[in-house]
């Protein structure tokens, strides 16, 4: 089993920044990547950026490439979510998780533990 707690949500203003935490603990040997996804109020969860845990290979949605990078803190078991220039629709609750089995790391269901989420506000 996998835990995950998901830090630094928040309200922030157009334009500015905010750094999400996520730290795993329990059998964090086991796990292959990890990710971050959101949902916004009446939208379905969406994918947001991924990392590999050993290799640090990342990848991003379109609408956050270039604003949010992924960094982690291996020795700490902590992913990070690096959001700036942030608009108003990255307003969302965020989803920090975890898959086990190696693989693509843009679809919600493949992945096998889940945080509880952090709201993000970003304010016109």
């Known amino acids: 089993q996998v835990q995950l707690v998901e830090s630094g949500g928040g309200l922030v203003q157009a334009g500015g920044s905010l750094r999400l935490s996520c730290a795993a603990s329990?059998?964090?040997?086991?796990?292959?990547?990890m990710g971050w996804f959101r949902q916004a109020p009446g939208k379905e969860r969406e994918f947001v950026s991924t990392?590999?845990?050993?290799?640090?290979?990342?990848d991003y949605a379109e609408a956050v490439k270039g604003r949010f990078t992924i960094p982690r803190e291996y020795a700490k078991n902590t992913v990070y979510l690096q959001m700036n220039s942030q608009k108003p629709e990255d307003t969302a609750v965020y989803y920090c998780?975890?898959?086990?089995?190696?693989?693509?790391?843009?679809?919600?269901?493949?992945?096998?533990?889940w945080g509880q989420g952090t709201r993000v506000t970003a304010s016109s």
């Open positions: 998780a975890a898959r086990v089995v190696p693989g693509d790391g843009r679809r919600a269901y493949e992945y096998n533990y």
């Open positions: 329990g059998f964090t040997i086991s796990i292959y990547r």
């Open positions: 990392i590999t845990w050993g290799g640090g290979t990342t």
